[in-house]
Structure formats: structure tokens, C-alpha cells
């Protein structure tokens, strides 16, 4: 994985694992409108983080493992299409399956194909 392609490849699921993190990470600020005490806020504020803390903990795995990681980070996208599906019209669940889910699948994708290029480089090795 020499080349210019190569390197934009490697790095591009990885950049955008963790500008998605941080996107999803933004929803949990709403904690500090709802006129909380201390404690309640932090507690508050923790669950709100707990999907960025596992898609963190999966980032890490995709990072040095990219076919693994690919294959765990197509988990939660696919249980909060079904979660949405389940409790909002279609059409807003689509509108914010797009949203929400689009990168991570895209992501998972961009993992998967740089496990099996790592695997094929070996064996060609």
C-alpha cells in the first residue's frame, strides 16, 4: 500500500469514523437544556454518549483489524434503521436512516474493502 491510492484509502474510513463520532457525539449536548442538577446532567450526558463510546471502541478494533472492524461497524447502523423503522413514520425513518446511518455504512464498506486488499497483498506475498 505504497501508493498515493493506497494511502487515501487507508485513512479515509479512519478520518471519517471519527468526524462521524463526532457528529453523533453533538446530540448528546442537548443534556444542558433540560435545566438538570450537576449530577443528572453528567449522568445525563454519559448515557447520551454511549453509542459514540462503542462506535469508538469499534473504531479501534477497525483500526489495526479493518475487515473485522468493517464487519462490527455495520451493527449499529442496521440496529438504528431498525430501531427508527419501528417507532417513526417511513418516511422521516429513511430521511434520518440516510443521515444518520449513511456514513457508517459507508465506512464499513471502505473497511471491508482495505481488509480484503490487505488479505489479497498477503497472499500474493
Do not use: C, Q
Not at 425513518?93 to 488479505?119: D, H, N
Amino acid at each position: 500500500m505504497n501508493t498515493k491510492i493506497s494511502k487515501t484509502l487507508y485513512w479515509t474510513p479512519r478520518i471519517l469514523g471519527i468526524i462521524a463520532i463526532l457528529f453523533i457525539s453533538m446530540f448528546a449536548f442537548d443534556v444542558f437544556e433540560n435545566g438538570y442538577s450537576f449530577i443528572e446532567t453528567i449522568i445525563a450526558l454519559f448515557m447520551h454518549l454511549i453509542p459514540s463510546f462503542m462506535l469508538t471502541i469499534i473504531l479501534v478494533i477497525a483500526w489495526k483489524y479493518e475487515l473485522i472492524g468493517g464487519m462490527l461497524f455495520f451493527i449499529p447502523p442496521i440496529v438504528y434503521v431498525i430501531i427508527t423503522s419501528l417507532r417513526v413514520p417511513w418516511y422521516l425513518a429513511l430521511s434520518w436512516s440516510v443521515i444518520i446511518s449513511g456514513p457508517f455504512f459507508i465506512i464499513a464498506i471502505l473497511f471491508i474493502i482495505i481488509g480484503f486488499k490487505k488479505r489479497k497483498a498477503k497472499s500474493n506475498a
